[in-house]
Structure formats: structure tokens, C-alpha cells
């Protein structure tokens, strides 16, 4: 039996309760850190399970519109990779796992072993790679579960199968399940293909299984209740912290408004 990690002791407490993981996302730096350190905190105090940990990239390969406008801002407010880690050092959320969910070129210009050890010592339980080349994943793989930690895989509704049993071979913690093709964002249904593929997915692998890109809802909940284990949400709470046209931002307001969506989708991902 593989041995437990954060991330893995998480999804089978919650599985023993019969309760779905809740994994909001959050960008590093938008508007600034200290803001980002208040929203970890926040979410971690109000019951989230995992909290995904966004690293701004100029390229940003699979998010949506808002995302990447939050990843506009925080870059543009200056934000490093030096800076983040240090930021979440900061935190302490010894309850509540963080996954990095950064681009390889990120990772690659850090030095991959390094930034794998920075992040470890920063507090991060895992790493999301969406652009992790196929060649890299089996190195990486053995150097993040070296160190105790996950490095999860994404894949989606139209990942050729054969593709996705190469994909489960460097993949631990759970495996992310792409909700729709294309990019990040809100969407008002859970689509009849990702349920398929959810379905096939419980047969080849034993690794939980969660659900983003597109979930904004505690509604999008109970028809995944049966096929996976766990739902992200990205757009729906970076939306919050989009400014007004005239460039200011309620902090407030906004943080208010998150805690009121992380408290539905806590109770909904717990059947209540």
C-alpha cells in the first residue's frame, strides 16, 4: 500500500465519512499577497478540504478568462515565485493541504529539484503541472514523491484512453478531471461526457478523483456524488477579486462574498 501523504490522508477521511473533498483555487498575489495569505486563512478556517495555489504565468496554458486576468494583475503588482513562497511560509494551515498549480517553465527556470524542495519547505503538499511534458512526468514523478509529496495529473473527457493509462503511471494524490474541453471558467451544467469518462476512471484507477474547469455551482455537486470524490473551484472565486472600471477592489465585499460560496460548497461537497 502506498504510504500516506497529506493530500491522500485528506481524500480517505472524507471518503470514510462519505463526503466529497472541496478545493477552491487561488491566485498568488492578485490583488497582492497579504490579500492571499487572508484568503488561505479564510478558507481554511471555514472547512475547505485542499486549497489550489495559482502561480502567475504570462502564458498561462488552460485558464480561462478570469484567471488570466488575475494572473495579468499579479504580475503586473510584481509578484515572484520567490515572493509566493515565501507568502504561504507564512501560513499555517497544517489542516488544509496546498497544491501548486504552476507551469513546468516556472518550475524548469527554478531548477526542478529546487523548486520542488522550496515549495516542500514553503508548506505545499503537491503540485498540479498542466503543462508537464509526457518526457519529463516519470522524472518529476519520482523526485516530488521522493519527498513525500503529489504530483497530480490532469486529464480530460477527450484524453484518448490509451493516453490517460500512460498518464495514471506519474500521477498520485487524485487525478483532475478536466469538466469540459477547453479552458477554465463557469459553466451552468455538468456534461454527460465527463460523467462517462468519471465512470471509466473508477475502474482503472484507485486514486480519487476530482472535478474542475467549469464547476462554479453547489449544484454541479450532486450529479458527481456517485463517480468522484472531490470538486475545484477556480473562476467562481477569483471573479471576486476582479476591480471596478475604475480600478478599485471592495476587499471586504469580496472576501465576504467568497466565504459565502465556500460555505455552500463545504456544505454541499458534505450532503448537508
Not at 89 to 115: C, Q, W
Not at 227 to 252: F, K, Y
Request: proline letters at 6%.
Amino acid at each position: 500500500m502506498a504510504e500516506l501523504t497529506p493530500i491522500s490522508n485528506t481524500f480517505a477521511t472524507l471518503r470514510a465519512e462519505n463526503r466529497l473533498a472541496f478545493m477552491p483555487f487561488v491566485t498568488a498575489g492578485d490583488p497582492d499577497l497579504a490579500m492571499t495569505q487572508d484568503l488561505i486563512r479564510g478558507l481554511s478556517d471555514a472547512g475547505v478540504h485542499l486549497i489550489e495555489v495559482g502561480f502567475p504565468y504570462s502564458d498561462p496554458i488552460a485558464d480561462g478568462p478570469v484567471i488570466q486576468a488575475s494572473y495579468t494583475r499579479a504580475l503586473g503588482g510584481g509578484v515572484t515565485v520567490d515572493g509566493i513562497l515565501k507568502a504561504v511560509a507564512e501560513v499555517n494551515t497544517d489542516e488544509t493541504p496546498l497544491l501548486a498549480m504552476v507551469s513546468y517553465a516556472i518550475v524548469f527556470r527554478h531548477g526542478v529539484e529546487k523548486f520542488i524542495a522550496d515549495a516542500k519547505a514553503a508548506g505545499f503538499a503537491g503540485f498540479i503541472i498542466p503543462d508537464l511534458p509526457g518526457a519529463e512526468a516519470a522524472e518529476c514523478f519520482e523526485l516530488v514523491r521522493s519527498q513525500g509529496l503529489d504530483l497530480v495529473q490532469l486529464v480530460a473527457p477527450t484524453t484518448p484512453r490509451e493516453r490517460v493509462q500512460e498518464i495514471l503511471k506519474s500521477c498520485s494524490g487524485f487525478v483532475y478531471c478536466v469538466a469540459v474541453a477547453g479552458t477554465t471558467g463557469e459553466r451552468a451544467n455538468v456534461a454527460d461526457a465527463l460523467l462517462d469518462q468519471l465512470r471509466w476512471l473508477r475502474e482503472e484507477t484507485d486514486l480519487p478523483l476530482a472535478v474542475g474547469f467549469g464547476i462554479s455551482k453547489p449544484e454541479h455537486v450532486d450529479p458527481l456524488r456517485q463517480v468522484a470524490d472531490g470538486v475545484i473551484i477556480g473562476s467562481g472565486i477569483v471573479r471576486q477579486l476582479e476591480p471596478t472600471s475604475d480600478g478599485q477592489l471592495d476587499r471586504n465585499g469580496a472576501m465576504q462574498a467568497i466565504a459565502d460560496l465556500t460555505t455552500k460548497m463545504v456544505n454541499a461537497t458534505s450532503g448537508s
